[in-house]
């Protein structure tokens, strides 16, 4: 089957544009991550969706950021005003039912560069 | 806060060594998962682990929760395993997210 897809793949952008990224994660999925990966930074974690509870937003680095996830599957990410820092690929993920011992699968990404 | 270290940030190795990858993390965490990525490429799920030791084909990862340390090994490297290598940890508790260690780039030369 189908794995977890992204889009854009690439998105350029200049400072101070909103953007939305969007991830279809795998099929029946109910857990849902999304990860930015940065240059120097390394792989870093920013929201969590699980069915219909609340998102864990804990790793969303500004209220510049949000999250949406419509119908328990397709997501959009949300960058308001972006920054130069913002610049970074993000990463997708999704797993069965987000149990701590389930493997997650990752999308392509979606590269982002803002000028 | 978990902090996930990695060692070594960089390894070359010829092809048939014996690869070694270690990852220490500094809390208790529920599972501890192995990240291959290669260049240009997307992520992909090699090992999610929470004690003893788990193989597939020619890698091997192992965890000891007392010590908070894992390792991921490799048997007869090939050129093909050259790739950025990334573990990552999932806490008890907290943001359901992985914390990530910075990754070991491993260069197997033929």
């Known amino acids: 089957g189908a794995g977890v897809s992204q889009s854009p793949s690439n998105k350029v952008t200049e400072k101070g544009k909103d953007v939305e990224l969007r991830c279809d994660p795998i099929?029946?999925?109910?857990?849902l991550y999304w990860y930015r990966q940065s240059l120097g930074q390394g792989l870093e974690f920013l929201i969590y969706f699980q069915g219909n509870s609340a998102p864990d937003k804990s790793g969303l680095p500004s209220d510049r950021f949000s999250a949406e996830r419509t119908g328990g599957s397709v997501s959009t990410l949300t960058i308001q005003r972006t920054q130069q820092e913002d610049s970074a690929v993000y990463l997708c993920?999704?797993?069965?039912?987000?149990?701590?011992?389930?493997?997650?699968?990752f999308g392509p990404g979606t590269r982002l560069l803002v000028l | 806060k978990n902090e996930v270290e990695q060692s070594p940030q960089n390894l070359t190795a010829q092809e048939g060594e014996f690869i070694t990858i270690n990852c220490s993390y500094s809390v208790g965490i529920s599972a501890l998962h192995w990240l291959q990525q290669h260049p240009g490429g997307g992520i992909v799920s090699l090992f999610m682990?929470?004690?003893g030791k788990k193989k597939h084909g020619r890698l091997i990862a192992t965890i000891n929760i007392q010590e908070k340390h894992s390792s991921l090994h490799i048997t007869a490297s090939h050129p093909r395993d050259s790739a950025v290598y990334i573990c990552a940890s999932k806490g008890v508790g907290g943001a359901d997210g992985l914390t990530f260690g910075k990754g070991t780039h491993l260069i197997i030369q033929p």
């Open positions: 099929s029946g999925h109910t857990a």
């Open positions: 682990l929470s004690s």
């Open positions: 993920a999704s797993s069965t039912s987000g149990s701590r011992l389930e493997t997650q699968y």
